[in-house]
C-alpha cells in the first residue's frame, strides 16, 4: 500500500469525499458521523487533534495516510504496532495488510515477476484477506479505504497459478480484468492479477 495513497488523497481531494476530508488538517467536517463499528453516532470533537498534528508533522508521509487512520496510506504514522488510529478496525485491516510476508517491492523481482510499479505489491492472498477484512469492518471508513484502494487504483497483485488470459474486463473507474480462463494443461507459474473490485 506504500505510496498507493498519494493517489487516494489527491482522489479523495478531487472527487468529493469532503464529508470525510476537510481541509489541510484533514479533520472530519462533520462533528458526528456514523460509526458503523459499534452502531453509534461518534462525535468528532472527541478527537485529540493536538496529538494527530503531532504524528502528522513527526512523520514526513502524514499526508499520505487516510485521515482518523495511522496505517492506511504510504507507510504509517503509528507510534508500534498496537498504535492504531481513530477508526481502528480499519487501521487494524491495513495494518495487516502491511505486514503480509509474500511481498515484491517496487521495482524488484522475485518469482520471476519484476515490479514495474512505483509501490509493492503483495501476494493475492494478502489483498484477498484485506479486501475480507475491511468488509467485515463493514464502516463508512473501510468502504472509502477499499473502493479506492481496490476500485480506484488499479493495482494487482500476484500469485501462481494456471497460465491466465482475461476473458472479461471492467471500464470503471479503470480497466482491469474481472474474469480470467485458465490453461489447466499447462503448470502453474507465478503471474500478475488485477485485484477484484471492491
Known amino acids: 500500500m506504500k505510496a498507493l495513497l498519494l493517489v487516494v488523497l489527491l482522489w479523495i481531494f478531487k472527487y468529493g469525499v469532503s464529508k470525510l476530508v476537510s ?3 484533514q479533520r472530519l467536517s462533520e462533528n458526528e458521523i456514523y460509526y458503523a463499528e459499534n452502531n453509534i453516532y461518534y462525535d468528532g470533537n472527541a478527537i485529540d487533534w493536538n496529538e494527530m498534528d503531532e504524528a502528522r508533522m513527526s512523520n514526513r508521509n502524514w499526508f499520505l495516510i487516510f485521515p482518523g487512520t495511522k496505517w492506511c496510506g504510504s ?5 508500534n504496532y498496537d498504535d492504531l488510529g481513530q477508526f481502528a478496525d480499519t487501521d487494524k485491516c491495513c495494518r495487516d495488510h502491511d505486514y503480509c ?3 515484491i517491492a517496487a521495482h524488484g523481482t522475485k518469482y520471476n515477476l ?3 510499479a512505483f509501490y509493492s505489491r503483495l501476494n493475492c492472498v494478502c489483498d484477498d484477506e484485506f479486501r ?6 463493514n464502516s463508512a ?4 479505504v477499499g473502493f479506492i484502494y481496490f476500485n480506484v487504483l488499479g493495482t494487482q497483485c500476484f500469485r501462481e497459478d494456471y497460465p491466465a488470459m482475461c476473458k472479461r474486463t471492467s471500464l470503471v473507474p479503470v480497466v482491469k480484468c474481472v474474469e480470467y480462463e485458465y490453461n489447466e494443461s499447462q503448470q502453474k507459474v507465478y503471474q500478475w492479477f488485477d485485484v477484484p473490485p471492491y
Open 23 to 25: 481541509g489541510w488538517d
Open 114 to 116: 519484476t515490479n514495474s
Open 141 to 144: 471508513v473501510s468502504t472509502k
Open 101 to 103: 510476508d509474500d511481498v
Open 75 to 79: 507507510g504509517n504514522i503509528s507510534e
Open 132 to 137: 475480507h477484512c475491511l468488509r467485515n469492518v
